[in-house]
């Protein structure tokens, strides 16, 4: 688990295009992150925009893991929620490049997304990812809690239906 170098992404042409690239790659191999395949590459490149947009305005915090000059993997830190819940964040998006799974880099993006969860003031994580996904079992080995599974909630990009399950983490305990 070395080599990699973890940091928020400011909003940049470079940046946008490898987090499109990589969620076009995710997508084409089956990850379950809110699009289907065949992804256009404009449409990822436009979620990405809004994505920063987002990040620009204090909403969201979009990590990166660099090998070098290359994005190995992604996840983001949505800290806006509702009024009555402050302290909270969600986790969205977590991706790693083919290349570079199994080296944990996916673990590394959440101990980082973790840690700046706490600077801001959230000790409450959520996420949701889909139930046959290999990021299960990396959830489950960083003491991420099940909530429970919604059977046949989403599609997955080749249009098969999925189980959906939730997870919270209590940082305060951590």
Same mark, same amino acid.
């Given at each position: 688990?070395?080599?990699?170098? $973890? ?14 690239? *990589?969620?076009?790659? &995710? ?33 969201? $915090? ?6 070098? =000059?290359?994005?190995?993997? &992604?996840?983001? @830190?949505?800290?806006?929620? &509702? ?6 964040? =969600? ?33 409450? *994580? ?13 959830? =489950?080995? *960083? ?5 429970? =599974? ?20 209590? @940082?305060?305990?951590?």
């Amino acid at each position: 688990m070395t080599g990699f170098e $973890i940091k928020p992404l400011p909003y940049d042409n470079r940046h946008i295009a490898q987090l499109r690239d *990589l969620l076009v790659e &995710t997508v084409a191999s089956g990850g379950s992150v809110s699009f289907m395949h065949p992804l256009e590459p404009e449409t990822a490149e436009a979620f990405w925009q809004g994505a920063m947009n987002s990040a620009q305005n204090g909403e969201r $915090i979009i990590l990166g893991a660099f090998d070098g =000059e290359k994005l190995a993997g &992604t996840v983001s @830190l949505v800290l806006v929620q &509702t009024a009555n819940q402050p302290h909270r964040a =969600e986790i969205s998006k977590l991706m790693t490049s083919v290349s570079c799974r199994g080296r944990g880099v996916a673990t590394l993006l959440m101990q980082a997304a973790e840690a700046l969860a706490l600077q801001h003031g959230r000790t409450h *994580l959520m996420l949701d990812t889909a139930s046959d996904s290999l990021a299960v079992s990396v959830y =489950e080995r *960083l003491g991420f809690k099940r909530v429970g =599974e919604v059977p046949d909630f989403a599609l997955d990009p080749f249009g098969t239906l999925t189980g959906t399950i939730y997870f919270w983490k209590d @940082l305060k305990s951590v």
